[in-house]
Structure formats: C-alpha cells, structure tokens
Nanobody, 122 residues
Framework: QVQLVESGGGLVQAGGSLRLSCVAS????????MGWFRQAPGKERLFVAT????????IYADSVKGRFTISRDAAKNTVYLQMNSLKPEDTAAYYC???????????????WGQGTQVTVSS
C-alpha cells in the first residue's frame, strides 16, 4: 500500500503561481511513477503531468506545457507540481497518483491522494 497526501492548493489570481506537494508513505516510493491529475466539477479527471520513478522522464498535458513543472525528491518521498502563469481554466481539484508505469491516464494509477483544491480567479 502507498498513502499519498497532497497540500499546497488555494486561491490565487490569474497569472499567479502555486506549488503543490504530495508526500508518499508506505511501500517504496522510488519504485513508482508519479502523476498529477485534475478534475473540475461535473467533468472527468484529466491528466496533467507525470514523472518516472527515476525522474528522468516527464510528460505534460498540452494545456499546461511550459507553465507547469513536475519534480520529485526521493529523499523526502515527495513529488511536486510547480504551477506558474495560472489561468481560470486551471481551477480544479488536483490529485496525486502513483502507479507502476508512466501515468498518462488515470486508469494506470494504483493509488490516489485525497485531492487539493486550486481556484484561479480572473
């Protein structure tokens, strides 16, 4: 089992920045690919970014490419999502996920965090 706890969400104005954190506990963190997904009310959960267990490969959704950066700190069992130049359409609940393979789809996730809300005002 892997437990994931997100933090760092909040209310920010358009153009601002936030950094989300996801702390993992349980089974060996470094064995898993990690990812971030987001879900707006009444919408499906969408892929945002993913990173391999080694940190050597990152993939981003087109909608966030160039604005968001995913990273991981193995020593702290933590994965981050740095979000810059935020837009109102980035408003959603953001979820951290862990899985055995690169997480470009929610179906590949084995574990989920509880989510953290990000609201971007115009």
């Amino acid at each position: 089992q892997v437990q994931l706890v997100e933090s760092g969400g909040g209310l920010v104005q358009a153009g601002g920045s936030l950094r989300l954190s996801c702390v993992a506990s349980g089974r060996t963190f470094s064995s898993y690919a990690m990812g971030w997904f987001r879900q707006a009310p009444g919408k499906e959960r969408l892929f945002v970014a993913t990173i391999t267990w080694s940190g050597g490969l990152t993939i981003y959704a087109d909608s966030v490419k160039g604005r968001f950066t995913i990273s991981r700190d193995a020593a702290k069992n933590t994965v981050y999502l740095q979000m810059n130049s935020l837009k109102p359409e980035d408003t959603a609940a953001y979820y951290c996920a862990a899985g055995g393979n690169i997480l470009t789809s929610s179906s590949r996730a084995d574990y989920w965090g509880q989510g953290t809300q990000v609201t971007v005002s115009s």
